[in-house]
């Protein structure tokens, strides 16, 4: 609340799509069919990775820490997404304005890292089959998940708080469906130049930087797997990180066309698209990735909707 001052106003008027009434009822219609899907799919997911022995590996641990961060990403911003969408209400307040910022950014953030911390796990599991065991033991697992978790944390706390301090001079339209960091820095007002450099800087850090790991660990990857003499074997690696490339994909793509340019260059409705991209496409289309190209995760989950009817 100390955050209230004369340049912040007491809430904020979320424009949406409120000049096409047409596209706001299909949304609306599309996010009430997807954000369930999203929430039961990632759950299914950490149920069967958590139940199943077979399962109880790093790979799935970090996968059960992945449909954590997207259930937790898109409950962040969908509610929203269905009440501006739904109803003639635009308004949110100043304070759960802040709150969604700091839960959108750390869950947004920790899923860059997370996703570079899978990309490792399958580098080792290919390049070093014979030290993987050793190198992804659980201590260094869960070091791992607490590094990355800290990481996005911290990378929220910084950047929602340096956005949250510049001036708004009164204006309190955003024309967004949700409170995102890019549009409340294209909305403010006064000397903002020094603060749009610093959290480019960040984010250049936070979503870069793990990008580049994650393509180096391919190209290592990729020579790896050229070198496997079996067919099944290299078929099988590739069934294994082509999932993860399409998961780095569909986040990555939409996620650099926003934090990676200048706040002032982008355009009316890109946030709006590509918030849905990845705060609610992405999340719904992860599970249904894995599960489908993953035999492991599709056997257990068959297995498990056989357990759960005979013992009815």
Request: hydrophobic share 45%; glycine share 4%; charged share 10%.
């Amino acid at each position: 609340m100390a955050l209230i001052n004369a340049s912040h106003p007491e809430e904020f008027i979320l424009l949406g799509f409120a000049d096409r009434p047409w596209l706001e009822l299909s949304l609306f219609i599309i996010l009430l069919i997807t954000y369930p899907m999203a929430i039961m799919g990632n759950k299914s997911i950490i149920l069967v990775s958590t139940i199943d022995p077979c399962l109880h590996s790093p790979m799935y641990f970090f996968l059960t820490n992945l449909s954590f961060l997207d259930i937790c990403l898109t409950t962040s911003i969908v509610p929203q997404m269905l009440i501006n969408l739904g109803s003639t209400n635009k308004a949110i307040s100043y304070v759960w304005c802040a709150v969604q910022l700091y839960f959108f950014s750390m869950m947004g953030s920790t899923e860059c890292l997370l996703l570079a911390l899978l990309s490792f796990d399958r580098y080792v599991a290919i390049c070093r089959p014979l030290h993987y065991t050793l190198i992804m033991n659980q201590r260094v697992c869960f070091l791992l998940v607490s590094i990355v978790w800290l990481g996005g944390i911290t990378y929220a706390v910084s950047e929602v708080t340096t956005t949250l301090q510049l001036p708004l001079c009164g204006n309190n339209k955003l024309d967004h469906l949700v409170c995102e960091t890019p549009v409340l820095l294209k909305s403010a007002c006064g000397e903002k130049e020094v603060n749009e450099l610093t959290i480019s800087v960040v984010c250049i850090f936070i979503v870069a930087v793990p990008l580049c790991l994650i393509l180096a660990s391919y190209a290592s990857i990729g020579r790896a797997v050229l070198n496997i003499k079996s067919s099944e074997g290299r078929k099988k690696a590739f069934g294994t990180c082509s999932s993860h490339l399409i998961v780095v994909l569909l986040f990555y793509g939409p996620t650099i066309s926003m934090y990676l340019q200048p706040p002032s260059s982008i355009t009316k409705d890109q946030p709006k698209f590509m918030a849905l991209f990845y705060g609610v496409m992405t999340p719904t289309a992860n599970p249904f990735i894995y599960t489908l190209r993953n035999k492991d995760v599709r056997g257990s989950s068959s297995n498990l909707v056989k357990s759960i009817f005979s013992s009815k």
